[in-house]
């Protein structure tokens, strides 16, 4: 059974950083895509950011480029989100997600989800 799960969310200061970690169990990370997605009250689902774990090419929404970083252990099945220079609009339940294949589409298993506020 495959098993998501997010940690690492918090209260921060706008221009403060988190790093949120994504574990995994129930499967190997050669050869799936992890994703980070973020849901904000009253507003639509976005996709974050993506890894494909064949050959770790990763891609970030415009909104977050030059301030998230994904990156992943695979002795720890683990995947994580660098998040610096937050701001407000980065306030959200952010989510890890787990596709087969190299396309972060959210179809696959998701975790809990992990709040992240940002405000002073």
């Known amino acids: 059974e495959v098993h998501v799960e997010e940690s690492g969310g918090a209260l921060v200061q706008p221009g403060g950083s988190l790093r949120l970690s994504c574990a995994s169990s129930?499967?190997?990370?050669?050869?799936?895509?992890i994703g980070w997605f973020r849901q904000a009250p009253g507003k639509e689902r976005e996709g974050v950011s993506c890894?494909?774990?064949?050959?770790?090419?990763?891609s970030y929404a415009d909104s977050v480029k030059g301030r998230f970083t994904i990156s992943r252990d695979n002795a720890k099945n683990t995947v994580y989100l660098q998040m610096n220079s937050l701001q407000p609009d980065d306030t959200a339940v952010y989510y890890c997600?787990?596709?087969?294949?190299?396309?972060?589409?959210?179809?696959?298993?998701w975790g809990q989800g992990t709040q992240v506020t940002v405000s002073s």
């Open positions: 890894m494909s774990s064949s050959d770790g090419s990763t």
């Open positions: 129930g499967f190997t990370l050669g050869d799936i895509a």
């Open positions: 997600t787990i596709d087969l294949g190299s396309s972060c589409t959210g179809r696959g298993s």
